[in-house]
C-alpha cells in the first residue's frame, strides 16, 4: 500500500513538473471528456422538465471535478481564486457579481419577470459562468501556462470552442449554425483568457460569461429555437471573434505593459479592474 501510494505521489509530481506539451494536451482532451459524458453517466441526475436542479447537480459536479484536477495537476491555478480583481479587495469584487444581479433584476422588470423568475436566470446563468470558466480557464489555462502563456490561452480558448460542438447532437443547433458558434466562442474564450490574465483571478471572466449567458436563458423558447436552427451570418461571426480576440490582446499588452491606451479609454478599464 505504502509503495503504491509512493508511486502515485511521484506520478502525481512529474506531471505537476512536465512540459511535455503532447502530455499535457492529453490530461487537457481527458479530462473534458470525462467533464462532458462521464459526469452525465452518474446516477444522481433525474428527469423533471419543471426543474433545473439537474443542471446544478451536473455543474456542481464539473466544478468539484475542474477543482480536483487543479490540485492535483496544476496547484499553482489555484491562486486564480482569489476572491479580488486586480488590486481591487474582496468588497470590489462582490460589487460587480451585485452589480450583475441588480441589472438583471431591472432588466426582469422591464420583461414582466417575476423576482423569482428573474433569480433563477441569474443562478442558473452563473452557474455556466462558473462551470465553464473553472474548467476551461482555471484548470485548462492553468495546466498549460507552464509551457507559455500564448499556447495556453489558444488551446484553451480552442478547446471552450470545441466543447460547444455538442449543442449539434443534444442542444438542438443546426450544423451550420454549430459550426459559427463554436468559432466564436473560441473567441470570447480567448477574451476570457486575457481578462484572466490581466486581472490574476477567474472572477471577472465567471461573472462576464454569466451575464453573456443571461440573454439566453431568458430568451423564449420559440426564438431561441428560431435561431440555433437557421444558419450563421458569417459576417459577423467573423467580425465578433476577431473583436474578442483583439480585446484579449490589448488587455494582456496593457498588464504586460507593452503598449499604453489613451488615458480616455484607461478610465472605465481602471473602474473593472482590469489595470490598476
Do not use: C
Amino acid at each position: 500500500m505504502e509503495l503504491s501510494g509512493l508511486r502515485a505521489s511521484k506520478a502525481i509530481k512529474a506531471i505537476r513538473e512536465s512540459q511535455n506539451r503532447w502530455a499535457l494536451l492529453a490530461i487537457v482532451v481527458g479530462a473534458q471528456l470525462i467533464n462532458i459524458y462521464a459526469i452525465s453517466w452518474l446516477p444522481l441526475f433525474f428527469d423533471n422538465s419543471e426543474s433545473n436542479l439537474p443542471v446544478y447537480q451536473y455543474r456542481l459536479l464539473s466544478m468539484a471535478l475542474s477543482l480536483l484536477l487543479i490540485w492535483i495537476f496544476a496547484p499553482n491555478a489555484l491562486r486564480l481564486f482569489r476572491f479580488r480583481i486586480g488590486k481591487y479587495p474582496r468588497t470590489y469584487t462582490a460589487l460587480i457579481f451585485i452589480g450583475l444581479i441588480l441589472g438583471s433584476l431591472i432588466y426582469g422588470h422591464f420583461q414582466n419577470f417575476t423576482i423569482l423568475t428573474s433569480l433563477d436566470a441569474i443562478v442558473f446563468s452563473l452557474f455556466i459562468g462558473l462551470d465553464e470558466e473553472f474548467f476551461n480557464r482555471a484548470f485548462v489555462y492553468g495546466l498549460l501556462e507552464r509551457v507559455g502563456m500564448e499556447f495556453a490561452m489558444a488551446v484553451s480558448s480552442v478547446i471552450f470552442g470545441l466543447a460547444h460542438f455538442t449543442n449539434f447532437f443534444y442542444g438542438d443547433e443546426s450544423f451550420d449554425y454549430v459550426l459559427g458558434h463554436v468559432i466564436q466562442a473560441a473567441g470570447y474564450g480567448y477574451l476570457m483568457a486575457g481578462m484572466m490574465i490581466a486581472t490574476g483571478s477567474v472572477w471577472l471572466p465567471v461573472a462576464f460569461h454569466g451575464l453573456t449567458d443571461l440573454r439566453w436563458v431568458v430568451m423564449a423558447p420559440g426564438e431561441y429555437s428560431e435561431i440555433v436552427s437557421g444558419s450563421t451570418n458569417w459576417f459577423v461571426t467573423i467580425f465578433a471573434t476577431s473583436a474578442y480576440v483583439v480585446a484579449g490582446r490589448i488587455l494582456v499588452g496593457m498588464e504586460q505593459q507593452r503598449f499604453n491606451l489613451p488615458e480616455s479609454w484607461k478610465r472605465p478599464l481602471r473602474w473593472l479592474g482590469l489595470i490598476e
